[in-house]
């Protein structure tokens, strides 16, 4: 099995990871973003110099793209498939490698069945099912939950006079919620947040061997855990949640339930966490955006979608291309890959004025690509805006002398950025703060 595992690190992580770093240092911003974990490096500026370049690039690994109209086209047309391990275009030997070492013990949410890596009619199938979490009427209820445990974690904060808002607030609402959404009890919650933590490196590509190790090791318990509650949801009484009835109407098979449960665990959890806490840092950072919110707390909402936009939790995705297609003056061949640069897209000054500014009230905020666009956009996109204005909101008329005591901690990672750690000081609390 540790054969195996190492061969598919190879294969998936360490051919590219040595071939990025080949790149960077001749120049390709791309390889430098893909190449800079744990690091810390500020990702615009490389954005930037790839939209100097025009609207779609080739380099050496990929097509890429920052341009907004481009990576929306992109996202709608389907002439483009998702891009699974097994569909990127490698060299030789390494797709049959790939394809070899699969390791259908591990509810790894960026491999097949996972929906977020299948085309139609799967993806199709898997949505139809995993939607009954986020109807309308389930996201009501759930919008009521997140004001609850929302105020129940500000209760625990105000205890806590110099916490760090990473593990202490912005990891523990949506881990509650999502657990709620799986069905899963309280104590289960530790066991989520490692499985996120350990699981989100996956999102890159370049990961060192370690890290890959830990990720899979911590996946292949999470796939015990939740095929073990998978199986007690098929034998007994629906519960009262949509994943309890989907486990026992036996739509899907135990890999389609835990594949896609971590992919909900990844995709509902760790973004959220990054909306959070990227949201904490641009407020503080920008003190006359957060009095305007103080003076007028109906702009909540715009302030959610320009903290979206302004630093985006998720910051790329890839499509690849099921036919040739032109676009924007190139022809794409069918096989090839186009790297997506969603954050790069909501920088477009062709579409914001002055991008780099960040200012709650800009009018069109809500065109982002941050939860991305088309058949794949972000299922539950609307579950993360009300935790993030719910949580920001309470936050910050709690402890309006909220203030940073030490620089926040990057996560290192190149897809999911946000911050590992975020120590404050809380100051005086507002008692009357907590409002609907």
């Known amino acids: 099995m540790g054969v195996g595992l190492w061969a598919r690190w190879v294969a998936m992580h360490g051919a590219v990871r040595a071939f990025m770093k080949i790149q960077g240092l001749r120049g390709d911003p791309l390889a430098r973003l893909i190449a800079s974990h744990g690091r810390g490096i500020d990702p615009y500026p490389l954005m930037e110099e790839i939209r100097m370049r025009g609207p779609l690039v080739r380099t050496p690994f990929t097509w890429v793209s920052v341009d907004h109209r481009l990576c929306r086209e992109v996202l709608r047309d389907k002439r ?67 004001a609850e445990v929302t105020e129940h974690l500000i209760e625990r904060l105000a205890d806590t006079p110099h916490p760090d808002l990473i593990a202490d607030f912005a990891s523990q609402l949506p881990m509650a919620i999502i657990a709620e959404i799986l069905g899963l009890p309280p104590d289960t919650h530790p066991r989520l947040l490692e499985w996120g933590h350990s699981g989100a490196p996956l999102l890159d590509l370049g990961i060192g061997w370690r890290t890959y190790r830990r990720a899979i090791d911590t996946l292949r318990g999470a796939d015990r855990e939740l095929r073990e509650r998978f199986h007690q949801l098929r034998a007994g009484e629906p519960g009262d949640h949509p994943f309890s009835r989907l486990a026992a109407d036996g739509s899907l098979t135990d890999r389609e339930f835990t594949a896609n449960a971590a992919l909900l665990i990844g995709a509902g959890f760790e973004t959220t966490v990054n909306l959070i806490g990227n949201g904490v840092v641009a407020l503080l950072r920008h003190p006359e955006q957060l009095e305007r919110l103080r003076t007028d707390p109906d702009l909540w909402p715009s302030a959610i979608e320009e903290i979206l936009r302004f630093d985006s939790p998720v910051q790329m995705t890839a499509r690849t291309a099921l036919c040739d297609v032109e676009m924007a003056g190139q022809r794409i061949a069918t096989g090839n890959m186009v790297a997506l640069l ?95």
């Open 80 to 146: 483009f498939g998702v891009t699974a391990p097994s569909t990127m275009d490698l060299p030789r030997p390494l797709p049959t490698l790939i394809s070899r070492t699969d390791d259908e013990g591990v509810a790894n949410p960026v491999e097949p069945p996972a929906m977020v890596v299948v085309d139609p009619p799967e993806h199709t199938r898997y949505r139809q099912l995993v939607a009954q979490s986020f109807t309308p009427r389930a996201i009501d209820k759930l919008s009521t939950r997140v």
């Open 342 to 436: 969603l954050a790069g897209a909501n920088r477009d000054p062709q579409v914001f004025t002055d991008p780099d500014r960040f200012d709650i009230t800009r009018p069109n905020a809500r065109d982002h690509v941050a939860f991305a666009s088309g058949v794949h956009a972000c299922l539950g996109a609307a579950l993360a805006r009300i935790e993030g204005t719910t949580a920001l909101r309470a936050l910050f008329e709690t402890f309006p002398g909220l203030q940073l005591t030490a620089t926040p901690q990057p996560r290192g990672l190149v897809n999911l950025r946000g911050f590992a750690r975020l120590p404050v000081k809380l100051g005086t609390r507002n008692v009357a703060s907590l409002r609907a």
